[in-house]
């Protein structure tokens, strides 16, 4: 199987069990719809695309971190998009789940998605139970509090953000967690991979505020364009401009590339960086910013 | 330590990790809002009791069993007080998180527990690797879907409620997995305890239906008394009256002690259930079921 195919029969066995016979039917078809049709599927891939680089010694314990990346990404969105933070009523072309299904089913779709990113990796893993513990804490971190995912959106709720702290939390620790996970999962140090992360991490703030601002829609978040600006969020064009964030976007992706480590698959690692950056940027900008 | 030193001692230390510095602020005292002080604690306590009957083979498993358990009933909490659900402004004497610090961070407070609850198992079971994912697993099952606590509040979404699924999961369940996590940390086997486990959580129920009904304040729980009946939900003791419910809480505590299975701790964990179901009863009821 490739990586698409891996990641897509993977998030319908995480369904399947979390839909199974017994579950609520209107929670049922609310979980679906969180979940699929999905984005780009942006964490997972690139999860799997670093343990193929270290040569995927494990490749059911490196599946099912990149399975839990991509349900609590797809948890975060359904939180972020409620009536209490973005009220967005559409993602990826069709209605949140908030608007569809109501704000007390929204808010259990997210909690059910935290806690079967988990019991996904619980699940498969029990074969490899030397990575249990390691794959959880790291994905943990890169979702929870202090650091993780929900510091992030929090940071939206003080009085004074840290602008860095706030961006590393929000974006880069979940992109991050991915790359981790993926070392991990095949035998790599995840050490050796943070320089990646990072600039990737950094990348994707970019490519999303990019978005925001020019208009079209972004594959991997599917929000639609100007949202930052109507709920009053930080945007790195408005505060640099349009050719400064074109231009930080391609040093970002510069030095991702710079820092892959030495592993058997390096170049087609490399290779696959430079392709996801010209996916990244509105097709509006992609032939200025290549 | 005694057992609710060894819970209060745990959860100060899991909360020290969430709250590390670098966490927003805001979130980081509504994060200790949610758990301390707490309740009377009753899943954890269970959970170690169980342990402790099985003759407490890895006490730091069985811990972080009973932490994570306990981190996530707050977590349910904090999200079912929350205006889409009970609305409910109060929680154990003090207001409640959504109450004091608004919508978005109790979202994101019921999130964070979630994830640190299971960042701790994995934290604290790096020595007793084996039990990682045995533990983890049973305790998503306990809180998630289709048969957990999130598909216990799910159900009051349905129009037709199934009402043993419902009670089942959105009481016994967690009771199940501290039973189960308990005798798992221990060595012992979990089938072993299942009728334990369904009675008392039937039991718990019952207890908490009674208080809605006779008023009082409910240690565990920690909810105003009628809030069932203004939120249309089921209470058993509306459907079989105040003296059916009371004699149907004890039969359930007779039939938990009979249920206890054979191991080192069996005579002090029957004279602890014992005790229990008298602070399980609203003090105004006690005299009349004990």
């Not at 109501?102 to 079967?116: K, M, P, S």
């Not at 020019?214 to 709920?231: C, H, L, V």
């Not at 892959?260 to 290779?271: H, M, Q």
Request: glycine share 10%.
């Amino acid at each position: 199987m490739d990586i698409p195919e891996r990641i897509e029969t993977g998030m319908q066995r995480a369904l399947r069990y979390a839909t199974a016979n017994g579950c609520p039917p209107i929670l049922a078809r609310a979980l679906r719809h969180a979940v699929f049709p999905g984005g780009a599927r942006i964490r997972p891939r690139l999860c799997l695309a670093v343990a193929a680089a270290c040569g995927d010694r494990e490749p059911g314990a490196a599946d099912c971190a990149a399975i839990a990346i991509e349900l609590l990404h797809c948890a975060s969105l359904v939180h972020d998009d409620m009536p209490c933070f973005d009220n967005a009523l559409q993602r990826r072309g069709a209605p949140s789940v908030h608007a569809q299904f109501g704000e007390e089913i929204a808010l259990l779709v997210g909690d059910g998605l935290i806690v079967a990113a988990f019991e996904t990796v619980a699940r498969e893993t029990q074969q490899t139970p030397l990575l249990t513990a390691p794959l959880i804490a790291t994905i943990a971190n890169a979702v929870g509090t202090p650091y993780g995912l929900v510091a992030g959106q929090a940071w939206e709720s003080e009085p004074e953000i840290n602008i860095t702290a706030y961006h590393r939390a929000k974006t880069a620790s979940l992109f991050s967690g991915a790359v981790s996970t993926g070392a991990i999962a095949a035998g790599g140090n995840p050490r050796d991979w943070l320089g990646l992360a990072d600039a990737l991490g950094a990348a994707y703030q970019v490519a999303d505020d990019l978005y925001d601002a020019a208009g079209g829609q972004n594959d991997g978040a599917g929000k639609p364009a100007g949202q930052d600006s109507r709920n009053g969020k930080p945007n790195i064009v408005t505060s640099i401009g349009l050719e400064a964030a074109l231009d930080r976007l391609k040093r970002l992706v510069a030095e991702a590339v710079d820092n892959v480590p030495d592993c058997p698959g390096a170049d087609t690692f490399r290779a696959m960086i430079r392709n996801e950056a010209t996916r990244l940027m509105p097709k509006t900008l992609a032939t200025t910013a290549a």
